[in-house]
């Protein structure tokens, strides 16, 4: 069935540090999504992306959709220690529009001060 | 800005037990989601309603069920509870299927 996969499954840096997130799904998606998760909390959305080879930043926060529609990027500059948090990808299942949301297994973040 | 809404937030049941969790969406929110998120894991999808008609459909057990009423709000029944059901279980609503999903802070079930 359809997957995202998610690299690396943890990150720890340093603050300052740079920090990146990859999503690959194994289908083309019509748009992809990031959410935060800090801990104990619930998702909070971040991002939508829709267009082939789509940047877009916020901050410190750069989004890259690939060109290809399959896979995506979220870099952070010079991390601080309020990123902390796992960061999930996540696509539309199939071809459907009901909304429903397929996750990546999130790539957790931990920034020493 | 009003969020999503979800009761309890905390709920501690024994095996073979019955909980319902209740759900109110952002106003004007026709579409809501049910994912749960066990530990450590990212969240999956349960089941979905658009105008109060079911949706879409993921791995929900045979022993959960869910509805959404007129007022839009929706509620997730859980029977024959496992130990397994244990888990973080998230609402989320949208405006439409296809725009931005808010998510609600979730209600931690633990089944014990």
């Known amino acids: 069935g359809q997957q995202v996969m998610q690299i690396p499954q943890y990150q720890h840096v340093q603050e300052g540090e740079d920090f990146t997130t990859y999503c690959n799904s194994s289908t083309t998606l019509s748009n992809i999504q990031w959410y935060k998760q800090r801990p104990g909390g619930h998702p909070v959305f971040l991002i939508q992306?829709?267009?082939?080879?789509e940047v877009k930043k916020q901050k410190r926060l750069t989004f890259q959709f690939g060109e290809a529609k399959k896979n995506s990027s979220l870099h952070i500059t010079a991390t601080q220690t309020t990123d902390v948090g796992t960061y999930f990808c996540a696509g539309p299942h199939g071809s459907s529009n009901t909304g429903k949301l397929i996750f990546g297994q999130g790539t957790t973040l931990q920034v020493k001060p | 800005a009003a969020g999503v809404i979800q009761s309890p937030r905390h709920l501690i049941k024994e095996k073979r037990e019955t909980a319902t969790l209740k759900c109110y969406p952002i106003?004007?929110?026709?579409?809501v989601y049910w994912y749960q998120q066990g530990p450590g894991q990212d969240p999956q999808f349960l089941i979905s309603?658009?105008?109060?008609?079911?949706?879409d459909k993921g791995s929900i057990p045979d022993r959960f069920s869910a509805q959404q009423f007129s007022d839009y709000h929706s509620e997730l029944n859980m029977s024959s509870l496992e130990l397994g059901d244990s888990a973080l279980y998230f609402c989320?609503?949208?405006?439409?299927?296809?725009?931005?999903?808010?998510f609600g802070e979730g209600s931690w079930l633990t089944v014990v």
């Open positions: 989320a609503s949208s405006l439409g299927r296809e725009n931005t999903i808010y």
């Open positions: 992306l829709v267009k082939s080879g």
């Open positions: 309603f658009y105008e109060k008609m079911q949706s």
């Open positions: 106003p004007r929110h026709d579409t």
